[in-house]
């Protein structure tokens, strides 16, 4: 069974730019979360979709949007882009909704996006 | 505030001997723990779990204990490994409440396993 994809891998803009970032889950799996991880601050919880619908929503403004389709394949859009924005996005898929809260999240390898 | 705290950026262990990576956290409604492991341009990886209704949870060379009192948990790696060499996140989450669904990682802890 194929893992979670990401495209694109690396993805250079500058300020004030709008990025798109893309993300396949594993086959059969209906719930997408995305998370951003920067040096400083870890891993941070985005959002999470399942069946096209968003669940969950971390704390990061409005400039963060996502959805997911009716393939259960998501995007996530950031609006604005400032240099703090330069970090990498994490994709993860489940079964369930919830499913974040048990071992069967898996993770795609991310995008690195940087914003000059 | 940082609701899951790993207090150590790195730690550097000889290949045969304990790792011990610590995790505190502050939240008294996070009732489910998750260990994951991250090789450069790869994703995080599942590694262990413990149930709020556990203490110790083992798994082959991996073992994680959690102090419910202390709100503290820690990955025991016996023995260690040079592949066992990556940034091993420490992750909670609450079955319930408005954060259910969310796993709340912490900084992660940078492993070296030197031969």
């Known amino acids: 069974k194929a893992g979670v994809t990401q495209t694109p891998r690396y993805l250079i803009k500058t300020r004030g730019q709008q990025v798109t970032l893309s993300c396949s889950p594993i086959?059969?799996?209906?719930?997408v979360s995305w998370y951003q991880q920067t040096p400083g601050q870890g891993l941070q919880f985005l959002f999470e979709y399942f069946s096209e619908t968003q669940r969950n929503k971390g704390n990061f403004p409005g400039r963060f949007s996502g959805r997911q389709f009716s393939n259960s394949r998501s995007e996530m859009n950031v609006s604005t882009l400032e240099l703090g924005d330069s970090a990498l996005y994490l994709c993860?898929?489940?079964?369930?909704?919830?499913?974040?809260?048990?071992?069967?999240?898996?993770f795609g390898p991310g995008t690195r996006l940087t914003v000059l | 505030d940082q609701q899951v705290k790993q207090n150590s950026p790195s730690l550097s262990v000889q290949e045969g001997r304990i790792s011990i990576l610590n995790c505190d956290y502050t939240n008294s409604m996070f009732d489910y723990f998750l260990w994951y492991k991250k090789y450069p341009a790869e994703g995080p990886t599942f590694l262990i779990s413990i149930s709020s209704i556990k203490d110790k949870n083992e798994d082959g060379r991996f073992t994680v204990f959690l102090n419910k009192s202390a709100k503290h948990l820690s990955l025991h790696i016996v023995p260690s490994q040079p592949g066992d060499s990556a940034v091993y996140f420490c992750?909670?989450?609450?079955?319930?409440?408005?954060?259910?669904?969310?796993?709340?990682f912490g900084k992660g802890t940078k492993l070296s396993v030197k031969p």
């Open positions: 086959s059969g799996h209906r719930s």
């Open positions: 993860a898929s489940s079964a369930r909704a919830g499913g974040a809260w048990s071992n069967e999240q898996f």
């Open positions: 992750a909670a989450s609450a079955s319930g409440g408005g954060s259910q669904g969310n796993l709340i």
